[in-house]
């Protein structure tokens, strides 16, 4: 079984565009640090995700590292804990959206891949269609680029023509 650790916002965003069992799919289990479940949580987050993250899906472990992570200045508090919980696992995967939590998990020898990275999984499988759950995507605060959407669903639409 893979080991996979998963952030704050692909949990968010798959949540939100109703896609959130694509992980159990993809995945069977994922490991969130507290922090992260934390960040789901308060009374700013959106309703569906904080209903969500009050009695998380089975596949869900909330799970402690056994060492305090170490500060990261340019990472919130679940990017450097999922971070850290990802090398603690030796994780095959850390899902993770935010660019400077990339970088350093990259540069701790992680693999990473992150919402549209999950969105585009499901979709090879043909679980989704990309334009339907990016067109749900847009009307999140997610920060995805445009353009990376539109090669996203150039090379969608290329793959499904072969």
């Known amino acids: 079984?893979?080991?996979?650790?998963?952030?704050t916002s692909p949990l968010r965003y798959l949540v939100l565009i109703g896609e959130a069992d694509l992980l159990v799919k993809l995945y069977r289990r994922v490991l969130i640090p507290r922090s992260v479940a934390a960040e789901l949580s308060p009374a700013r987050t959106?309703?569906?995700?904080?209903?969500?993250?009050?009695?998380?899906?089975?596949w869900i472990d909330i799970v402690e590292s056994a060492k305090a992570a170490p500060t990261a200045a340019d990472l919130d508090v679940g990017e450097r804990d999922a971070i850290w919980l990802a090398g603690e696992r030796k994780a095959d995967l850390l899902l993770m959206d935010d660019r400077e939590g990339v970088e350093e998990a990259v540069r701790h020898g992680l693999t990473v891949t992150g919402t549209l990275?999950?969105?585009?999984?499901?979709a090879e499988k043909g679980w989704v269609g990309l334009p339907a759950v990016f067109s749900k995507l847009r009307n999140t605060n997610s920060r995805a680029s445009p353009a990376l959407i539109g090669f996203l669903l150039e090379y969608d639409s290329r793959r499904r023509a072969t």
């Open 46 to 58: 959106p309703e569906a995700v904080r209903k969500w993250m009050e009695q998380p899906p089975r």
């Open 117 to 122: 990275g999950v969105l585009v999984r499901a």
């Open 1 to 7: 079984m893979i080991v996979v650790v998963a952030d």
